[in-house]
């Protein structure tokens, strides 16, 4: 079983940048894929990114696309989610995601999940 827990969210203004990143325990980490997770309020938590176990393979939500890049280092069990170009509709809670089974856009693919960190973008 892996334990996550996310840091780096804050108060942004509309353009900047943020690096998230997502420190894994107490699995073998590179049997995961790890994905990134976004819940904004009264909204469904959505897909973000998802890179696969050896970080070759990566996958990004329309919303994202040329401004987000997910990376991993296995030697430090983590995961890291780059954020550019910061616009006020990307403000959520962004959870980091582990799966020992295939990939998915779906949030129930993912069994472990961390507490989640708050990311604000204002102007």
């Known amino acids: 079983q892996v334990h996550l827990v996310e840091s780096g969210g804050g108060l942004v203004q509309i353009g900047g940048s943020l690096r998230l990143s997502c420190a894994a325990s107490g699995g073998t980490f590179n049997r995961y894929a790890m994905a990134w997770f976004r819940q904004a309020p009264g909204k469904e938590r959505e897909f973000v990114a998802s890179i696969n176990w050896s970080g070759v393979n990566t996958w990004y939500a329309d919303s994202v696309k040329g401004r987000v890049t997910i990376s991993r280092d296995n030697s430090k069990n983590a995961v890291y989610l780059q954020m550019n170009s910061l616009k006020p509709e990307d403000t959520a809670v962004y959870y980091c995601?582990?799966?020992?089974?295939?990939?998915?856009?779906?949030?129930?693919?993912?069994?472990?999940w961390g507490q989640g960190t708050q990311v604000t973008v204002s102007s």
């Open positions: 995601a582990a799966t020992r089974g295939l990939i998915s856009y779906s949030a129930e693919a993912y069994n472990y």
